[in-house]
């Protein structure tokens, strides 16, 4: 999320603040999937919008826009019902809308997507689906599946939906050949509503892009994510990755171009993403329930954890002095700890440190830690998130000290399961741990506070490089999140309106991942530090060495832009 910053212009002050997460949800609500988080679930979130509905059908919409329109708004908006599911749905299709074949007649299919017209025709109820690869016709059979029926007759324009059902052929009289699929219709036997919408529709999006004489341009600028669904936007987004796509081509396989980073400095926020590890720690404090051993003693009362960390043949390799004013010991200081209570394993047992231990428990500390004669066992005490990165940087300390890591190899793995959220002390609050748009597990959703997060990182060799979420799509578990953080109705309206509005027009479920470049390449090529890949890497502290940036500007060009610098003072 890029920081705040305020330009006074004309007496007006007008924020800059950009909250990239949001405005990723946003896009995704639209259809438009971007590089900067790309899928990884066969569901919605994938959906772009090609509408294969032909020009005059689309005319004849626009045509009738005006006498629809108020039929279309004044439609009752549902509430929660027997036929939307609560909590929140990762369905997965079989095939997209628009990739259902003359072939697939008798296939069984699920697909998922917008509905685009909807039409009650005696007792058989039509709807078309649309998703990114194109539309499918759906008809409901009252007789054989009156539940999928009953449901597609409370369906309107933009609910999000999952149907299940046969693929069929068309009367002949009834072939659409404008259309790709027109000649098949899936008869739906189930049909799941995934997201309503919940709010009177400001334009209709599938006739929206005949229809500008009607649609002003400041009502599709304030309701972009609809609006990004209509194809003619949709063409443009792609026309544009097209053309970026043939330069890059153009230059880099005719004249061996490189691209290389050429940032622009302004005041630099970097993410400075963390290393995520699995360490191998042991819970031990039930071990010291009983310690008179002040610092442990101390952290076990106010509600702390002791965990414990196991060092093989460590005992010879690392002196007391590295432990106690060393380069452990340093190592442990940058991870926010005070020190580093250690025990040395000798051939008769363990010393000081226990001492007020009865044996069995200094038996069972040995048992859990599977520390044998000449081992060293350090310890971090605290609360959880503050000792697991005490020994997540103490464990790569050693690893590497003892040349115990495999450089050669490379090694993939996911963590998932994080918490949703984690307590910050100083605030005397919970906060997310990734961010509040992450979804919550379904599972969790009884007592948000504990709940774990659908979120997702991606780790190369002990160093994350990249990750990413599934996102809330419903507005009342989004409204939840923030409340549960401390954001009370008026706040988050005041801070998320935009987004929570967007949630009620017909959010598909969605998500993404983004991943470091920079990382992964440092990692690919051997280096420690990713300044050894970039052209032209800034300070961690933000600053350009070469360019001595950032630096003081010239009052005139403060005056000229209207911006002005006030000092203050405590």
Known sequence: MARAATATAGRVAVPLSIHFTTFSSLLRTSSISFRSSISQFPCLSSFYYSSLLSRSSVRFFSRKLNSIRSKIYSQPVIAKSQTEAPGLQWVSRTDGCGEVKNEDVGKRVRLCGWVALHRIHGAVTFFNLRDHTGITQIITLPEEFPMAHAVANRLRLEYVVAVEGLVRYRPEEAWNPTMKTGKIEVAAETIHLINPVRLALPFLVTSADDAHDVITEEVRLRYRYLDLRC???????????????????????????????????SKSTPEGARDYLVPSRIQVSEVFSGTDFQIFMDTLQSGGVIKALVVPLGSNKYSNTSLKKGDIYKEAIKSGAKGVPFLKVLENGIPALTSTLENGKREDLLNQCSAKPGDLIVFAVGQPSAVNKTLGR????????????????HSILWVTDFPMFEWNESELRLEPLHHPFTAPNPNDLSDLSTARALAYDMVYNGIEIGGGSLRIYKRDIQEKVLQTIGITPDQAEEKFGYLLEALDFGAPPHGGIAYGLDRLVMLLAGESSIRDVIAFPKTTTAQCSLTKTPSRVDPKQLRELSYSIEKFTD
Not at 239 to 261: A, N, P, T
Not at 396 to 408: H, R, W
């Open 231 to 265: 194809q003619q936007m949709n063409d443009n987004l792609r026309l544009r990755h097209k053309v970026s796509k043939v330069i890059r081509q153009y230059l880099e396989d005719v004249h061996g171009f490189v691209e290389i980073e050429t940032p622009i400095l």
């Open 394 to 409: 103490l464990r790569l300390y050693f690893a590497c000290d003892l040349g115990v890591i495999d450089n050669s190899t």
